[in-house]
């Protein structure tokens, strides 16, 4: 028999293992009616719009048009350890994990992972969403770092589990933000070392707390009795962008950074459900550091799982953190402005059963004006889904929660139970459509669909936007706001897809009529629009290529047509990793992809430890994509 370390399971299997959820009573009641032919089918035709989602994309207007958009032959499957694009395109390694942003870095030391001196000097680990800026002549990319692979980056360790503060501030620093400028040389992209906007954000730099929470007594600390000054960003997952040129970055599973070495230590309430547990999550940051010692500083997890914006241009600026937006595990912040210049933002809080929302600001964007208040002050929504295929915001208010607008922005998921929210299944990023107004989500997976509640006791019923139980596929959502106007509080909702595989499954599972044997994936997660209108999709699931997922092979970026319901296969990547976060010059003849915890060799040969990456995509004929 062999220990089991829990250190390798998902974020939201470890909230599980330590919290698990109640069974449900009716679950075979449910499971009959979700899988009947009358209930499973009468669901999705409900859709109205949806006519993408079952394959009948021919029937809709320009879908004929719509065959002639995709510039590339699509790819098959693949499962190997390297990255895979269409005939007549390249790709080449930007950056990995380990390279220096400034000249005076020492090499990669593959022994080592690099010394703790140089984490927050060097390209960090496990890069997730990007955004690309034009900064005058200066091209540049702002990237996230969303967690570490501890047995990789500090391979001198058991398990890499942490032996010192030394060991937890190496951590620490490979985690966060990049922001790089880069440029095309004879020999391709690169990054431009030394440059002053290069910086790395950590979980060690001062951030302002900003909005109705700011100074609130739950986020008051020790070392902080303002309440208004944190210290780092945490587990950045999903990006975003303003119009007035800042980048967003989205704080997501941060609970497993706290922990106490105090057992017995009675943990406030709130913790729950936001799965913040006395032992941690195999970090080991609250051994070392006593900031992260809940027993010590109990505010201190409520001062992490916002929005956070930074300037790129700037690399002495502080980044704030949005309270206004929201305390929840974000994935990203996809922001449009409405037809009054209002600002609205879309955001997903990604575990099993939770929520999707939005925010409008108060105030309207204007070019050249003052942008500060924007994302401080506005209301705050979340959304329920009904089954003839409307839907609702509902707004996340005093009136309406009962709560004070200081404690929705902390304690939001508590204040969206209040209100009913439809519990969804894992919402990761959304994309909005830069043609038409309507926006799209990615709803992963979720196993336990119809079986068990949230982590606040919210019923999971199997329906409407999520309409198979045990969900190992995931599906993406699409809504069209009423009056073509995001602010609007109605709107009608579909399904674009439903990943499935129909080589193995003849009912729901096998997904919807646009998914085929050439196309086959699983777990949607990162999404983004070109500026054509098509919707590129990139996956993090399931890899094993056997079984239920026989025939998928590595994760991969596949792109849809909104119009026809087409997809097609684009990319794959590695054995082991995810494909996360696009990126696109401001020409659109190159393509950042973002290639997260690959297995050896990748990218740099065996022998060698695996170092997530940015790969540039671009076209032979030096054509544009997207």
């Given at each position: 028999?062999?220990?089991?370390?829990?250190?390798?399971?998902?974020?939201?299997?470890?909230?599980?293992?330590?919290d698990?959820?109640?069974?449900e009573?009716?679950?075979?009641?449910?499971?009959?009616?979700?899988l009947?032919?009358?209930?499973?089918?009468?669901?999705?035709?409900?859709f109205?719009?949806g006519?993408?989602?079952?394959?009948?994309?021919?029937?809709?207007?320009?879908?004929?048009?719509?065959?002639?958009?995709?510039a590339?032959?699509?790819?098959?499957?693949?499962?190997?350890?390297?990255?895979?694009?269409?005939?007549?395109?390249?790709?080449?390694v930007?950056?990995?994990?380990?390279?220096?942003?400034f000249?005076?870095?020492?090499?990669?030391?593959?022994?080592?992972?690099g010394?703790?001196?140089?984490?927050?000097?060097?390209?960090?680990?496990?890069?997730?969403?990007?955004?690309f800026?034009?900064?005058?002549?200066?091209?540049?990319?702002?990237?996230?770092h969303e967690y570490?692979n501890?047995d990789?980056?500090?391979?001198?360790?058991a398990d890499?589990?942490?032996?010192?503060l030394?060991?937890?501030?190496k951590?620490?620093?490979?985690q966060?933000?990049?922001?790089?400028e880069?440029?095309?040389?004879?020999?391709?992209?690169?990054?431009?070392?030394?440059?002053?906007?290069?910086?790395?954000?950590t979980h060690?730099?001062?951030?302002?707390?900003?909005g109705?929470a700011a100074?609130?007594?739950?986020?008051r600390?020790?070392?902080d009795?303002?309440g208004?000054q944190?210290l780092?960003?945490?587990?950045?997952?999903?990006?975003?962008r303003?119009?007035w040129?800042?980048?967003?970055?989205?704080?997501?599973?941060?609970?497993?950074?706290?922990?106490t070495?105090?057992?017995?230590?009675?943990l406030?309430?709130?913790?729950?459900?936001?799965?913040?547990?006395?032992?941690?999550?195999?970090?080991d940051?609250h051994?070392?550091?006593?900031?992260?010692?809940?027993a010590q500083?109990?505010?201190?997890?409520?001062?992490?799982?916002y929005?956070?914006?930074?300037?790129?241009?700037?690399?002495s600026?502080?980044?704030?953190?949005?309270?206004?937006?929201?305390?929840?595990?974000h994935?990203?912040?996809?922001?449009v402005?409405?037809p009054?210049?209002?600002?609205?933002?879309y955001?997903?809080d990604?575990?099993?059963?939770?929520?999707?929302?939005?925010?409008?600001?108060e105030?309207?964007?204007a070019?050249?004006g003052?942008?500060?208040?924007l994302?401080?002050?506005?209301?705050l929504y979340?959304?329920?889904?009904?089954?003839?295929?409307?839907?609702?915001?509902?707004?996340?208010t005093?009136?309406?929660?009962?709560?004070a607008?200081?404690?929705?922005?902390?304690?939001?998921?508590?204040?969206?139970?209040?209100?009913?929210?439809?519990?969804?299944?894992?919402?990761?990023?959304?994309?909005?459509?830069?043609?038409?107004?309507?926006?799209y989500?990615a709803l992963?997976?979720?196993k336990?669909?119809?079986?068990?509640?949230?982590?606040?006791?919210?019923?999971?019923?199997?329906?409407g936007?999520?309409?198979r139980?045990?969900?190992h596929y995931?599906?993406?959502?699409?809504?069209?706001?009423?009056?073509?106007?995001?602010?609007?509080?109605?709107?009608?909702?579909d399904?674009?897809?439903?990943?499935?595989?129909?080589t193995v499954?003849?009912?729901?599972?096998?997904?919807?009529?646009?998914?085929?044997?050439?196309?086959l994936f699983?777990?949607?997660d990162?999404?983004?629009?070109?500026?054509?209108?098509?919707?590129?999709?990139?996956?993090?699931?399931?890899?094993?290529?056997?079984?239920?997922?026989?025939g998928?092979?590595?994760?991969?970026?596949?792109?849809?047509d909104p119009?026809?319901?087409?997809?097609e296969?684009f990319?794959?990547?590695?054995?082991?990793?995810?494909?996360?976060?696009?990126a696109?010059?401001?020409?659109r003849?190159?393509m950042?992809v973002?290639?997260?915890?690959?297995?050896?060799?990748?990218?740099d040969?065996?022998?060698?430890?695996?170092?997530?990456?940015?790969?540039v995509?671009?076209r032979?004929d030096?054509?544009?994509?997207?």
């Open positions: 028999m062999t220990d089991f370390n829990d250190l390798t399971l998902s974020a939201d299997d470890w909230d599980e293992l330590h698990p959820r109640p069974d009573t009716d679950f075979d009641r449910v499971i009959a009616a979700a009947s032919r009358r209930g499973f089918l009468s669901g999705l035709v409900a109205g719009s006519a993408a989602a079952m394959g009948l994309g021919a029937a809709l207007p320009g879908a004929a048009r719509a065959e002639g958009r995709f590339f032959t699509p790819i098959a499957a693949q499962a190997d350890t390297t990255v895979h694009v269409p005939e007549g395109y390249d790709w080449q930007l950056v990995r994990w380990g390279d220096g942003l000249s005076d870095v020492a090499d990669f030391d593959n022994a080592t992972g010394a703790e001196g140089d984490a927050d000097r060097v390209f960090g680990e496990n890069n997730d969403g990007m955004e800026f034009l900064l005058g002549d200066r091209q540049v990319i702002a990237v996230n570490v501890r990789v980056n500090l391979p001198q360790r890499g589990t942490p032996e010192s030394e060991d937890v501030r951590l620490q620093k490979l966060g933000v990049t922001v790089m880069v440029a095309e040389g004879a020999q391709g992209w690169h990054v431009v070392k030394d440059s002053p906007v290069n910086r790395r954000i060690l730099t001062p951030m302002t707390l900003s109705p100074g609130h007594e739950l986020l600390t020790k070392a009795p303002t208004r944190a780092g960003t945490f587990n950045n997952c999903g990006s975003g303003t119009p040129g800042t980048y967003l970055t989205c704080e997501e599973n941060f609970n497993g950074y706290f922990g070495t105090d057992a017995g230590a009675a406030p309430e709130d913790y729950a459900r936001y799965g913040i547990r006395a032992e941690g999550r195999g970090y940051y051994k070392y550091d006593a900031r992260f010692d809940v500083n109990p505010a201190e997890p409520r001062r992490a799982g929005v956070v914006e930074i300037d790129p241009s700037d690399a600026s502080t980044p704030v953190k949005r309270t206004a937006l929201g305390r929840f595990k994935e990203n912040a996809e922001l402005l409405a009054d210049g209002r600002v609205v933002v955001m997903g990604d575990e099993r059963g939770e929520f999707l929302y939005k925010y409008v600001s105030g309207s964007y070019p050249g003052d942008t500060s208040g994302l401080d002050r506005g209301t979340v959304a329920r889904f009904d089954e003839d295929g409307t839907g609702r915001w509902l707004a996340l005093p009136e309406t929660t009962g709560m607008l200081a404690e929705i922005c902390i304690l939001t998921r508590q204040a969206a139970s209040i209100v009913g929210a439809t519990t969804m299944d894992r919402p990761e990023w959304v994309a909005t459509n830069p043609l038409r107004a309507e926006g989500c992963t997976n979720n336990n669909r119809g079986i068990k509640p949230n982590a606040g006791g919210d019923a999971t019923p199997v329906g936007p999520n309409p139980a045990e969900n995931g599906q993406i959502l699409r809504w069209r706001p009423a009056g073509e106007d995001h602010t609007a509080e109605a709107f009608t909702w399904l674009y897809v439903m990943a499935g595989n129909p499954h003849g009912d729901a599972y096998a997904g919807s009529a646009n998914i085929h044997e050439g196309n699983n777990s949607p990162g999404m983004a629009f070109d500026s054509t209108g098509l919707l590129w999709i990139q996956t993090d699931g399931d890899d094993g290529n056997e079984g239920d997922f026989a998928m092979g590595n994760n991969q970026m596949l792109v849809g119009v026809s319901g087409r997809i296969r990319l794959t990547g590695p054995n082991g990793c995810e494909v996360t976060g696009l696109w010059s401001a020409d003849r190159a950042f973002g290639i997260q915890h690959p297995d050896a060799p990748f990218p040969g065996e022998g060698r430890l695996p170092r997530s990456s940015i790969v995509v671009t032979a030096g054509g544009a994509i997207g």
